[in-house]
């Protein structure tokens, strides 16, 4: 199994289908790494829609979204589910990041946070503009998450 990535490597690219809920429109589309050189990103692994942590830590995220954004991020959640389990988790709690699937679970593979019984360990990577790893947060068992708060102070910290 892959090694989760160190702080200073340049993530490998790669290209997942998802969406993004616009007003009243989820917008469907491919969501590619090398597309996002020039932006920080926040990677939010999380284990499943509609569960009451992954609620939690992506409503956080969406609530958060201006400070994140103002950081000058993009936050992109990914999990295993379908696009049309994320439309309807995305306009169920009214989400506005977009939600990337997994479902072969290949990218949670490549950053090494595939887990027995839960499919993938909670997870959140900030890469830099260049697509190097800045900053993460692995966990074991998944009950916790770092508060949008802590994002924005970590994004705060990139180099210029």
């Not at 696009?83 to 950053?111: C, M, Q, Y």
Request: proline share 8%; charged share 20%.
């Amino acid at each position: 199994m892959p090694h989760t990535p160190k702080i200073g490597d340049t993530v490998a690219d790669f290209r997942l289908p998802g969406g993004f809920l616009g007003g009243e429109t989820f917008h469907r589309r491919d969501y590619a790494l090398w597309e996002q050189r020039g932006t920080p990103l926040v990677l939010a692994f999380y284990p499943g829609d509609n569960t009451p942590v992954c609620t939690a830590q992506l409503c956080s995220y969406s609530d958060g979204l201006t400070d994140l954004q103002s950081a000058g991020a993009a936050v992109w959640g990914i999990s295993p589910q379908g696009v049309d389990s994320h439309e309807r988790f995305a306009r169920d709690r009214n989400l506005r990041i977009p939600l990337l699937s997994d479902e072969g679970r290949t990218v949670a593979k490549s950053f090494g946070i595939t887990a027995p019984l839960i499919g993938l360990r909670r997870a959140v990577f900030i890469l830099t503009a260049t697509g190097r790893l800045h900053w993460k947060h692995v966990t074991a068992v998944g009950a916790t998450y770092p508060p949008a708060t802590t994002l924005t102070a970590q994004l705060a910290a990139l180099p210029v």
